[in-house]
């Protein structure tokens, strides 16, 4: 299938990487960060507490980030992306959207569901819609209700995560769309970006790599443990919030409970921490993916990614 050429916004990137959107983790610093050192910085709107803060976050980000542009025209940043969570439990999901539509947020990336008018919304403006999915029907679903690209979410993805192997979900997709592609799924390496391509994204989608990064949002012992921790201490269920996800087992342990002998999780009753802010999953549970044996350390943003594009560089080079 021939491709369709990328919008003009998902095209300044100097690395075709887009950093994941990290629940209570994501925020301007690591977003800005991410923006500066060219790939596509992500956090979700629902990080911003209380809602008033949302408006204070889009402000900072794109007035830094407009006058980094002004001062650097040969390296201008990339484009910055906000998460919905496009979900019945998610009061706030209009109002966040419409401080989108009045910052003219660039991406928007829904999850947990698909609607015609947060597309139309960031249609309105020229923004660019990606939904992350976990299978062939949910991709289906979104591209008929608008949204321009997917982020294909494979086995080994941190947090919420799917089941699918990443050559398996990219080649069913590639059978019948031909727009933009993220896909994630243990993604830690500029050689691992390389391979996404070679199966047919268009950008790799980390998130894992980027908690364990001086801008991020998240604990110190948290940033530790990944650097400890290799793909042998993940462990998927659906316990912690109803949906299967990957989890750091440390982290469980030090709750308290056995990683190797969690029970089922009750689909019925998910729990997102949308409402509170401060799940026990997300404060104490700590989400990851199977591609952290690569992270050594904790490091500044631009230094990962100054890593990554040379090993990207390597690769392709090595063809």
């Known amino acids: 299938m021939s491709r369709s050429p990328l919008p003009d916004t998902l095209r300044r990137v100097r690395l075709p990487v887009i950093g994941s959107p990290l629940f209570i983790i994501s925020w301007p610093k690591l977003v800005i960060a991410q923006c500066q050192a060219g790939i596509v910085g992500a956090m979700p709107a629902l990080n911003a507490r209380p809602a008033a803060q949302l408006d204070e976050w889009l402000a900072e980000i794109t007035e830094t980030l ?27 999901l209009d109002q966040d959207m419409a401080l989108c539509v009045k910052y003219k947020v660039p991406v ?6 698909a609607r015609t008018d947060i597309n139309d919304a960031a249609h309105s403006y020229g923004g660019v819609v990606l939904h992350d999915i976990i299978n062939n029907k949910f991709a289906h679903k979104a591209i008929e209700k608008g949204a321009d690209g997917l982020v294909a979410v494979a086995a080994g993805a941190g947090g919420h995560a799917g089941v699918k192997s990443p050559f398996a979900l990219m080649q069913e997709l590639r059978e019948w769309f031909d727009g933009p592609i993220a896909l994630s799924g243990a993604i830690a390496t500029g050689r691992s970006i390389l391979a996404a391509q070679a199966m047919g994204a268009d950008f790799a989608y980390m998130g894992s790599a980027f908690i364990a990064t001086e801008e991020a949002r998240a604990v110190d012992a948290y940033k530790q443990m990944i650097v400890d921790s290799e793909s042998d201490d993940i462990v998927y269920s659906s316990l912690f919030t109803g949906v299967h996800g990957n989890y750091l087992k440390p982290s469980i342990r030090a709750s308290g409970m056995d990683p190797d002998k969690l029970p089922e999780g009750d689909p019925s009753k998910m729990d997102f921490g949308i409402e509170s802010g401060d799940a026990k999953v997300w404060k104490d549970i700590w989400g990851c993916g199977q591609g952290i044996g690569a992270i050594k350390s904790v ?21």
């Open 108 to 113: 928007i990336i829904t999850s947990l569901g």
């Open 299 to 319: 490091a500044r943003t631009a230094d990962l990614v100054a890593r990554l594009k040379s090993e990207y560089d390597a690769a392709r080079a090595a063809l």
């Open 66 to 92: 407009a006058a980094y542009d002004k001062a650097h025209p040969e390296a201008p940043s990339a484009p910055f992306a906000i998460n919905q969570i496009v979900h019945k439990s998610n009061a706030r």
